[in-house]
């Protein structure tokens, strides 16, 4: 393993393939609550004594801390332990806590899934009425999915139970707002933590604090303009604690209820999974409804759009009909264009259908269908390979496989590639982070993949986890030379993996620095807009950045907008006659 510590060098260059594979097989832990009490019988014992509700809203508030965010799912699994386990009426101290996440928790197989934080605490989502900022948690680019969910809900007729739809989703969005808003943190800020180590907890006073942004009250609700019953969707039934016991941290049922109520007060006890508890509400309202079918054509409509705005090689895709081909649980969506003289590049949008949740879940899915549709994958490269040859001055070929969906686990294996046309797997949301990087050439992409291509050639086996987008961020961080300028190739091959976090200041950067957030226009309505530029030459618009309204950009029109920084969930000011100008 290499990694790049603060600019310097250091790590292990593996030789041998059953050393390799074992590293990789070692990290794989259960996050079955049972599997836990299993391992470390005495933390049962030890949770026993202390009110559930307390001790869990106390742990709850430490999710809202971007210093503890690598070690997000040990505060999750400890707060599904004490709702398990907690019985009694004591309220625990900040040793009690340190105890069960540090000596209990810590001695544990699970501590070995936390991971290096791989995206921004704090991300952002445009409904109607406006921001709402999301914990974004662990969860695979939550905002993005989540984004496509309410994008598709808002196109719902306004009927009694889709308006009534509209109103709980509202309702727990803006709970997520407030509590960023009550811990102050401005959208995109990143997260910290020190992962598989030793978790520091504040003050008992700041623990309490910490605690009382997740808590509401009637009053609270009120002021923020939500019914009760409008969050009631969302709130976990207590009287199914001891299956709460049966369950695992993947999908539990707290996680699709992240709201207990208990005395007058409403608790988010996973502000985290808000975005999650979201979707999985809105799947299952479409399926309840029988809207499948109206469900997938909008999503459908939705990523031929995206593709539609997000360029890629230097250039966005003709806004134009896009053929979908129907299979099994995915449609199938393929775009090809030539991109430099003789280089073409297809992508292939695997788009998942609302069956595939509802036959399987978020986190599994059919291997019979994936590989069927990895069939269907291997024949449309062929098709496109098979043409571009032909094609006169014709050099080499890029596939990009592009999953998109709303969230759901989806399967991949491996396509057989030939020295004329390389294939890459890719997320949606991971593919509009490269299609917003600022880099001098267009061309970056197929040079990274070609130098991934080359080393691999050489002998160099590269071990990635977390797609193109990480290996474009160890690319960035090893000044593109993708490995140490010292080491050797010799007679035994060599085994590189990259660290899981690479591409998280690529997401940082992106993220903060175009700023994607909504502004009202003069009449009220709101617009999408961005910052025109990412980064700027001078200095005074790094404090007030110049924003282009993304949705007059669409109809060929520039609106542009100054404000002063403000990366908080409000607006500052909106774009008035003196402020913008049409070009």
């Known amino acids: 393993m290499i990694e790049n510590i603060k600019g310097k060098w250091r790590g292990l260059m593996l030789q041998n393939d059953n050393d390799f594979l074992g590293i990789l097989e070692s990290l794989a832990p259960s996050r079955e609550f049972s599997h836990i009490i299993q391992e470390r019988p005495s933390i049962k014992k030890k949770l026993r004594p202390f009110h559930p509700i307390k001790a869990a809203s106390l742990v709850s508030g430490l999710l809202t801390l971007p210093a503890l965010h690598a070690n997000t799912l040990r505060l999750e699994m400890l707060i599904h332990l004490i709702m398990s386990y907690s019985s009694g009426k004591k309220e625990p101290m900040v040793h009690h806590i340190q105890l069960w996440l540090n000596t209990e928790l810590g001695a544990t197989s699970f501590v070995y899934l936390e991971d290096p934080v791989e995206d921004v605490f704090i991300s952002n ?35 009694q139970s889709t308006c009534q739809l509209k109103r709980e989703v509202r309702g727990i969005l803006l709970l997520s707002e407030e509590i960023a808003d009550r811990r102050r943190l401005n959208r995109f800020s990143p997260g910290e933590g020190n992962d598989k180590g030793p978790v520091s907890i504040p003050s008992n006073k700041d623990l309490k604090s910490l605690s009382k942004t997740i808590i509401f009250t009637s009053e609270d609700l009120q002021r923020l303009g939500i019914v009760s019953a409008d969050i009631e969707p969302f709130i976990f039934d207590m009287q199914f604690l001891d299956k709460l016991q049966e ?7 707290l996680q699709r209820h992240p709201i207990v109520r208990d005395t007058g007060k409403w608790f988010v006890l996973l502000p985290n999974n808000i975005s999650f508890a979201v979707r999985v509400h809105i799947l299952n309202w479409m399926i309840n409804h029988g809207c499948q079918e109206s469900f997938d054509k909008h999503l459908i409509m939705e990523y031929q759009k995206f593709f539609q705005d997000n360029p890629v090689m230097g250039e966005s895709f003709p806004r134009q009909s896009i053929p979908v081909q129907d299979f099994q649980d995915k449609y199938l969506m393929t775009l090809a264009r030539e991109f430099d003289e003789g280089r073409y590049i297809q992508i292939i949008a695997i788009i998942d259908r609302i069956s595939g949740y509802q036959q399987h879940g978020f986190l599994s899915f ?14 449309h490269i062929k098709e496109a390979r ?6 006169a001055g014709f050099k080499q070929g890029l596939t990009l496989v592009v999953g998109c969906g709303y969230g759901r686990l989806n399967g991949f294996r491996a396509v057989p590639e030939t020295a004329d046309w390389m294939v890459e797997f ?44 990480n290996l ?17 190739f010799g007679d035994k091959p060599l085994h590189m993996m990259i660290p899981t976090d690479s591409l998280a200041e690529i997401r940082r950067r992106i993220r903060q620095g175009w700023d994607l957030h909504a502004l009202p226009l003069p009449n ?43 990366l908080s969930g409000g607006f500052q000011r909106s774009l008035g006659k003196q402020d913008s100008r049409v070009i």
């Open 386 to 391: 098979s043409h571009y040859r032909k094609q």
């Open 125 to 159: 989502v445009i409904t109607d009425e406006g921001n709402i900022r999301i914990f974004e948690g662990i969860w695979e680019s939550t905002d993005f999915y989540l984004q496509r969910m309410l994008n598709i809900i808002r196109t719902l007729p306004d009927e």
């Open 472 to 488: 474009y961020g160890w690319w960035v961080d090893t000044n593109y030379l993708m490995m140490p300028a010292d080491v050797e």
């Open 426 to 469: 890719i997320s949606a949301p991971d593919f509009q982070t490269l299609a917003w990087t600022s880099e001098d050439s267009p061309l970056f992409l197929w040079k990274l993949v070609n130098q991934a291509r080359h080393l691999t050639k050489q002998g160099l086996s590269i071990a990635n986890a977390n797609g193109l987008l």
């Open 524 to 566: 009220g309505k709101l617009v999408r807009v961005r910052r025109k530029d990412i980064e700027s030459y001078f200095p005074d618009y790094a404090t007030q950045p110049l924003y282009a309204c993304i949705d007059a950009v669409s109809h060929g029109q520039l609106w542009e907008h100054g404000l002063e920084n403000n």
């Open 366 to 379: 059919d291997s019979e269908i994936m590989d069927e549709y990895n069939d269907q994958i291997d024949i």
């Open 247 to 253: 369950q695992s941290l993947e999908e539990s049922d």
